[in-house]
């Protein structure tokens, strides 16, 4: 069997195998929802003709008979008198109005269940992309592994039936990254237009501009000068930049929120749930989250998901891929997470842990290609 049939039997199986566990987790969320869902919920019916108050209500009618609407820490959100600060986030959401929009096509069929189905379909690609992204670097066996961790990983499979667009931005985040390299390795007008677009779609998803923004730049900063791989990393940021700018003006234009209105808006919000650090101010409560997220946040998170042999792989892998464009690559990704959590500091799951685990699979993996292709090598001279 040829290396590109096993690839494409390999991928098959993968996808057989994302589809089953989106099923699986699609029926095992059915019933759970989050207060973000109102809002996506209330931009579906929008988008599906409804008027804005008209689809304020119906929202709320339906999360009042979900389990989420008993919970006692949500008490009052989908009411006619919320927190303010609940009431104010519904403006932030403006600036992501695809992941809605794909829900609004398949609401007819599915109801509200139709945030939960994009969901699924983020997911399953996200590992489809994976693998692809894979074999660019590892042979096929290897990067099925790779895209089976990454589907089975506690942080995706969390998220891969919530009524969130975060899955299905990792989707978009992992096409964008598989685009940017094989625009790095051989530019052509294409491809560096794929990523554009895949930016785009990204970016109007969740906005995550920085991301592929900082994977270029990274690039950019980490290869020698004169380089021709170095000039297409500057030519690939510009382009990325440009497409930040379009959302910008989107955002203007729909008047969507600004970096201070979301850090302002999460200040409310920590305050008003007597959230950590918020007793001395504004400064005091984000640098203290910040600096708390950095200092513990990582560890926590890793703990909880017995993720230390991943990343003590994921520095090996680094390590051997050291004189290549993944290693810049990946320092770019990391310091774009790190933007993304002076924006957003009341977490470090969405900001830093998602966006990073495309990198950490990909070096990993890159680990256990190396180890495999020693040991072979061992194997042989004895």
Do not use: C
């Not at 609940?86 to 992501?96: E, I, N, T």
């Not at 670097?137 to 667009?165: H, K, M, R, Y």
């Not at 400064?283 to 990582?298: D, H, I, P, R, T």
């Amino acid at each position: 069997m040829t290396d590109r049939a096993r690839a494409s039997l390999l991928l098959v199986l993968v996808t057989a195998v994302a589809l089953a566990i989106g099923a699986y987790r699609f029926q095992h969320d059915r019933a759970l929802w989050v207060p973000d869902s109102a809002i996506y919920l209330r931009m579906v019916l929008q988008d599906r003709g409804a008027a804005p108050e008209a689809a304020r209500v119906e929202a709320n009618a339906f999360l009042r008979t979900t389990p989420a609407g008993h919970d006692p820490e949500a008490a009052g959100y989908y009411t006619d008198a919320p927190p303010p600060f609940y009431a104010s986030q519904f403006a932030l959401y403006r600036g992501r109005p695809l992941y809605p929009l794909a829900a609004a096509l398949l609401y007819p069929r599915f109801g509200p269940d139709a945030l939960k189905v994009v969901s699924v379909a983020g997911y399953v690609a996200s590992v489809v992309f994976m693998m692809l992204l894979l074999l660019r670097f590892v042979g096929p066996v290897l990067a099925a592994v790779g895209a089976l961790a990454l589907a089975t990983s506690p942080w995706v499979l969390e998220l891969a039936a919530l009524p969130e667009p975060d899955d299905l931005a990792l989707a978009l985040w992992i096409l964008a990254l598989w685009g940017l390299h094989a625009y790095l390795e051989r530019p052509a007008l294409i491809r560096l237009a794929a990523v554009v677009a895949a930016t785009l779609v990204l970016t109007f998803v969740r906005p995550a501009v920085f991301l592929p923004f900082g994977a270029a730049a990274g690039v950019f900063f980490g290869t020698p000068r004169g380089s021709v791989t170095r000039a297409a990393a500057a030519r690939a940021a510009l382009a990325i930049f440009g497409a930040g700018a379009v959302f910008g003006l989107y955002t203007l234009l729909v008047h969507g929120p600004g970096v201070v209105e979301q850090l302002r808006w999460q200040y409310e919000w920590q305050s008003a749930t007597h959230a950590r650090f918020t007793g001395h101010g504004f400064l005091a409560w984000w640098a203290g989250a910040v600096l708390f997220n950095l200092a513990l946040g990582v560890v926590v998170e890793s703990y909880r998901h017995a993720a230390l042999f991943g990343l003590v792989l994921a520095v090996l892998g680094f390590v051997a891929a050291r004189r290549t464009i993944v290693a810049p690559l990946a320092l770019g990704v990391l310091a774009a997470t790190l933007f993304a959590l002076l924006v957003n500091p009341t977490e470090i799951y969405r900001p830093m842990v998602l966006p990073l685990m495309p990198v950490v699979v990909l070096l990993a993996t890159l680990a256990l290609g190396t180890l495999t292709t020693r040991l072979q090598a061992r194997s042989s001279a004895v």
